[in-house]
């Protein structure tokens, strides 16, 4: 029988990136589920396939009240919910950012407290953003430089609430930090780094740029690891293990230029790739090289490479772009809107 076998499982952000692809999957292992989001950045277009099997809050985690009620009666927390985007985004808002991660986080495990409920917080690699050994391992916590950046500060804020709230009041915890997600569900962004840097790079290939924008040198690496991947193995410790913390990720170290390369060839752009560089961000992260050891020792792997990974993002990215033209087509058309559209554009 499945471990989630009617399992009360709350997922907060469920309607987001990683969130919706948790909840399919949980729904699929048979767990209960509660969902918590503000739709500020997830869609309940997402969620639309579940409605009639999930219970859906539509709120805000800084409601205090709100979120002491949503945990009675749950036994396991992921908490996924966040101000969270590329890093453009990062510089844009980084106080918005930091007090309203931390406040969400306070109030979860205030609520914690009185439940009995195993609390699965999802970090970031970004708690790791001025880290100089690689490849990275859990233990690097421990010695490295804090962040810099709002984003990766509130992250690492969020790991120390877990492990104080345990020491003190017995909150069970675990702590899931994947690097660099991917995949279906995240669209390309308003602005240069709003979006990761995935999306961003398939919308401006398949939108037909020339050169190709990226941001700084393009040397910087990444180990980009699959949205299915990271929720894989979210449930696979959070089944396994508590009060630990486990890098999720892969170990294959690419380049943005080469990530670059692997969109311009399956996006099947003819011309030979040509760069134009812009100017990287004061906190852009030259290397993220997990050590992803401890969860493979547990007996987790990732499954999905990265071409294959690619392949499925890029054909979702296209299926979402001729939807939205299509339903641009589809608006009704009369002499007042068309005036109206011309004078706004004029």
Same mark, same amino acid.
């Given at each position: 029988?499945?471990?989630?076998?009617?399992?009360?499982?709350?997922?907060?952000?469920?309607?987001?990136?990683?969130?919706?692809?948790?909840?399919?999957?949980?729904?699929?292992?048979?767990?209960?589920?509660?969902?918590?989001?503000?739709?500020?950045?997830?869609?309940?277009?997402?969620?639309?396939?579940?409605?009639?099997?999930?219970?859906?809050?539509?709120?805000d985690?800084?409601?205090?009240?709100?979120?002491?009620?949503?945990?009675?009666?749950?036994?396991?927390?992921?908490?996924?919910?966040?101000k969270?985007?590329g890093?453009?985004?990062?510089?844009?808002?980084?106080?918005?950012i930091?007090?309203?991660?931390?406040?969400?986080?306070?109030?979860?495990?205030?609520?914690?407290?009185?439940?009995?409920?195993?609390?699965?917080c999802?970090?970031?690699?970004?708690?790791?953003e001025?880290?100089?050994t690689?490849?990275?391992s859990?233990?690097?916590?421990?010695?490295?430089p804090?962040?810099?950046?709002? #984003?990766?500060?509130?992250? !690492?804020? @969020?790991?120390?609430?877990? =492990?104080? /709230?345990?020491?003190?009041?017995? $909150?069970?915890?675990?702590?899931?930090?994947?690097?660099?997600?991917?995949?279906?569900?995240?669209?390309?962004g308003?602005?240069?780094g709003?979006?990761?840097?995935?999306?961003?790079?398939?919308?401006?290939?398949?939108?037909?740029? #020339?050169?190709?924008?990226? !941001?700084? @040198?393009?040397?910087?690496? =990444?180990? /980009?690891?699959?949205?299915?991947? $990271?929720?894989?193995?979210?449930?696979?410790?959070?089944?396994?293990?508590?009060?630990?913390?486990?890098?999720?990720?892969?170990?294959?170290?690419?380049?943005?230029?080469?990530?670059?390369?692997?969109?311009w060839?399956?996006?099947?752009?003819?011309?030979?790739?040509?760069?134009?560089?812009?100017?990287?961000?004061?906190?852009?992260?030259?290397?993220?090289?997990?050590?992803?050891?401890?969860?493979?020792?547990?007996?987790?792997?990732?499954?999905?490479?990265?071409?294959?990974?690619?392949?499925?993002?890029?054909?979702?990215?296209?299926?979402q772009?001729?939807?939205?033209?299509?339903?641009?087509?589809?608006?009704?058309?009369?002499?007042?809107d068309?005036?109206?559209?011309?004078e706004?554009?004029?």
């Amino acid at each position: 029988m499945s471990y989630w076998k009617d399992k009360e499982v709350l997922v907060t952000g469920g309607a987001g990136f990683i969130g919706h692809k948790l909840v399919a999957r949980l729904l699929d292992l048979g767990a209960n589920i509660s969902v918590l989001d503000d739709l500020s950045k997830g869609s309940r277009q997402n969620l639309a396939p579940y409605f009639d099997k999930i219970r859906f809050i539509q709120t805000d985690l800084l409601n205090s009240t709100v979120v002491k009620d949503s945990l009675k009666g749950c036994q396991v927390c992921f908490h996924l919910a966040a101000k969270i985007g590329g890093i453009g985004y990062f510089h844009k808002m980084p106080a918005t950012i930091l007090r309203d991660n931390s406040i969400m986080n306070f109030n979860l495990w205030d609520a914690a407290v009185e439940a009995d409920a195993k609390m699965v917080c999802l970090s970031s690699s970004m708690v790791f953003e001025r880290v100089t050994t690689f490849p990275t391992s859990e233990t690097a916590i421990e010695t490295s430089p804090p962040p810099k950046s709002g #984003y990766g500060f509130s992250k !690492l804020l @969020s790991e120390y609430i877990a =492990r104080t /709230y345990y020491e003190e009041f017995g $909150v069970k915890y675990l702590i899931a930090r994947p690097f660099n997600v991917y995949g279906e569900g995240e669209l390309p962004g308003e602005y240069v780094g709003y979006a990761h840097v995935i999306p961003d790079l398939i919308g401006k290939v398949l939108r037909g740029h #020339y050169p190709l924008e990226i !941001l700084g @040198s393009g040397n910087q690496t =990444r180990c /980009y690891t699959y949205v299915d991947d $990271v929720v894989d193995g979210m449930l696979f410790v959070a089944e396994r293990t508590e009060n630990d913390d486990f890098n999720i990720g892969t170990n294959a170290e690419t380049t943005v230029t080469e990530l670059a390369e692997r969109i311009w060839r399956l996006c099947k752009r003819k011309e030979s790739l040509k760069f134009k560089h812009m100017s990287s961000f004061k906190d852009d992260v030259q290397r993220r090289f997990p050590d992803v050891s401890k969860i493979i020792r547990l007996g987790w792997n990732p499954k999905t490479s990265l071409d294959e990974g690619l392949r499925k993002t890029i054909e979702w990215i296209k299926m979402q772009s001729k939807s939205c033209m299509q339903e641009v087509e589809e608006q009704p058309k009369s002499r007042s809107d068309g005036y109206e559209a011309n004078e706004a554009n004029g």
